[in-house]
């Protein structure tokens, strides 16, 4: 489904930046579909391209703005995390201090290295690690 949506959305952008860059400019800066005023040749009048551009660009905008806000509510979703009781049960479970203000006992210092030096087979008055 993203990859759906970003393809779609890609070749929006790429639509909406020709069909801008092919519109008139005003102030001939950098449009280039200006091509000179009096040319009487083609099947369209200047005008009526003129309108024909300016309604697809608006069609191909709208469907730009559609396709960003389903890419932010796809990944909203995706990105989802569980729900709030959940996440205080868990906080419980790993150590971190709930609202109450409980947290689980953790175990001291002390039996920690003890069980460090126990599967390390070090000497236990000194830490060091002896050779067997």
């Known amino acids: 489904m993203t990859t759906v ?8 952008v790429v ?10 400019s005003e102030g001939g800066a ?7 005023g009096g ?3 083609g ?19 709208a469907g730009f703005f559609l396709t960003s806000i389903a890419l932010g509510v796809v990944a909203n979703q995706t990105n989802r995390t569980e729900d ?15 609202e109450s ?5 953790t175990p001291s210092a002390g039996s920690l290295l003890e069980d460090l030096q126990n599967e390390g087979g070090g000497d236990s ?8």
């Open 125 to 132: 008055t000194t830490g060091v690690p002896t050779s067997e």
């Open 43 to 61: 099947f369209m009048s200047a005008r009526g391209a003129a309108d024909a551009l300016t309604k697809t660009t608006t069609l191909i905008a």
């Open 39 to 41: 040319s009487g040749g």
């Open 101 to 105: 203000g409980d947290a689980p006992a």
């Open 5 to 12: 949506l970003i393809v779609v959305h890609i070749m929006l």
């Open 15 to 24: 639509a909406l930046i020709v069909l801008v860059l092919l519109q008139r």
């Open 30 to 36: 950098l449009g280039i579909g200006g091509g000179g």
């Open 84 to 98: 709030v009781l959940r996440q205080v049960e868990g906080a419980a479970e790993t150590g971190v201090p709930t």
